[in-house]
């Protein structure tokens, strides 16, 4: 069994972004059983989540595009913890509300999962990166050096599936965020950089990157892939011409055959 949570805020149309996920749920639904929790910030604390001691950046912007608060990173890695607290199943997927799922990362995603619940691997992040794994559909890259003390810098945080026995304790992430906040407010800026607090030396990690967006404005239609992926590299650089290191990004898209 699987504890599927939201967290974050409520962006765009819902009812568009549900008609997506339940593409995902479907799969998954052939080789588990899962549970659906809705852990958003409009009801953090109605279902028993504690206090956030990062959240101090004001409210969500995404409809303006100002997606980044304060120490959004660390209050986002504080959620996930708690929601770890208050489940029950021993493993988890950290969903977002923006999420958008193709084909292709649905199959990434499936195959991943069940090498968790196989126990072949501990925790994974699911992503796609527009400067290094341009237009990659499955790219598996490890998140830590095992047996050193040596974690990647940066993780993908669109998806995140664990064991929760595989993961750090809650007081150890707690305590390693609150000395990284202390030693430099920015450090807690970003997801990329907050989420890898979970897993430590020994948690066998992995980085996915695959063709999975995020939702960046509000559709009344249900809109093509292609739509979605353009929507979403914009919101990184409004035209290639005016941001030199999104132009390969842009040539893969408009490439691209789209189905």
Same mark, same amino acid.
Request: aromatic fraction near 14%; proline fraction near 2%.
């Given at each position: 069994?699987?504890?599927?949570?939201?967290?974050?805020?409520?962006? %765009?149309?819902?009812?568009?972004?549900? =008609?997506?996920?339940?593409? %995902?749920?479907?799969?998954?639904?052939?080789? +588990?059983?899962?549970?659906?929790? $809705?852990? +958003?910030?409009?009801?953090?604390?109605?279902?028993?989540?504690?206090?956030?001691?990062?959240?101090?950046?004001? =409210?969500?912007?995404?409809?303006?595009?100002?997606?980044?608060?304060? $120490?959004?990173?660390?209050?986002?890695?504080?959620?996930?913890?708690?929601?770890?607290?208050? +489940?029950?199943?021993?493993?988890?997927?950290?969903?977002?509300?923006? #999420?958008?799922?193709?084909?292709?990362?649905?199959?990434?995603?499936?195959?991943?999962?069940?090498?968790?619940? #196989?126990?072949?691997?501990?925790?994974?992040?699911?992503?796609?990166?527009?400067?290094?794994?341009?237009?990659?559909?499955?790219?598996?890259?490890?998140?830590?050096?095992?047996?050193?003390? =040596?974690?990647?810098?940066?993780?993908?945080?669109?998806?995140?599936?664990?064991?929760?026995?595989?993961?750090?304790?809650?007081?150890?992430?707690?305590?390693?965020?609150?000395?990284?906040?202390?030693?430099?407010?920015?450090?807690?800026?970003?997801?990329?950089?907050?989420?890898? #607090?979970?897993?430590?030396?020994?948690?066998?990690?992995?980085? *996915?990157?695959?063709?999975?967006?995020?939702?960046?404005? *509000?559709?009344?239609?249900?809109?093509?892939?292609?739509?979605?992926?353009?929507?979403?590299?914009?919101?990184?650089?409004?035209? =290639?011409?005016?941001?030199?290191?999104?132009?390969?990004?842009?040539?893969?898209?408009? #490439?691209?055959?789209?189905?």
């Amino acid at each position: 069994m699987i504890d599927i949570v939201y967290t974050g805020d409520i962006r %765009f149309n819902q009812e568009i972004a549900r =008609k997506n996920h339940n593409l %995902f749920f479907d799969e998954l639904s052939k080789i +588990t059983k899962f549970e659906v929790h $809705q852990f +958003t910030n409009d009801v953090i604390k109605q279902v028993g989540f504690r206090g956030c001691p990062f959240d101090t950046g004001g =409210k969500d912007k995404a409809n303006v595009g100002d997606y980044r608060r304060g $120490q959004g990173g660390g209050v986002q890695t504080f959620q996930l913890i708690e929601a770890m607290r208050i +489940t029950k199943n021993p493993f988890l997927i950290k969903m977002r509300t923006d #999420n958008w799922f193709t084909k292709s990362s649905i199959d990434v995603l499936i195959k991943e999962i069940q090498n968790i619940l #196989n126990g072949k691997q501990d925790v994974s992040y699911f992503g796609s990166n527009w400067l290094y794994y341009i237009g990659v559909e499955d790219k598996k890259v490890l998140a830590n050096d095992r047996g050193n003390l =040596k974690v990647l810098k940066r993780v993908e945080d669109f998806i995140i599936v664990l064991n929760k026995s595989k993961t750090k304790s809650y007081d150890t992430v707690l305590s390693d965020l609150l000395e990284s906040g202390k030693q430099k407010y920015n450090n807690l800026r970003s997801g990329n950089k907050c989420f890898r #607090n979970i897993i430590d030396k020994d948690t066998l990690a992995y980085n *996915h990157y695959c063709q999975m967006y995020l939702i960046r404005k *509000h559709y009344d239609n249900y809109p093509t892939d292609q739509q979605v992926c353009f929507d979403y590299l914009k919101s990184y650089g409004n035209e =290639k011409s005016k941001d030199e290191k999104m132009i390969p990004a842009w040539n893969w898209y408009e #490439n691209k055959i789209w189905q």
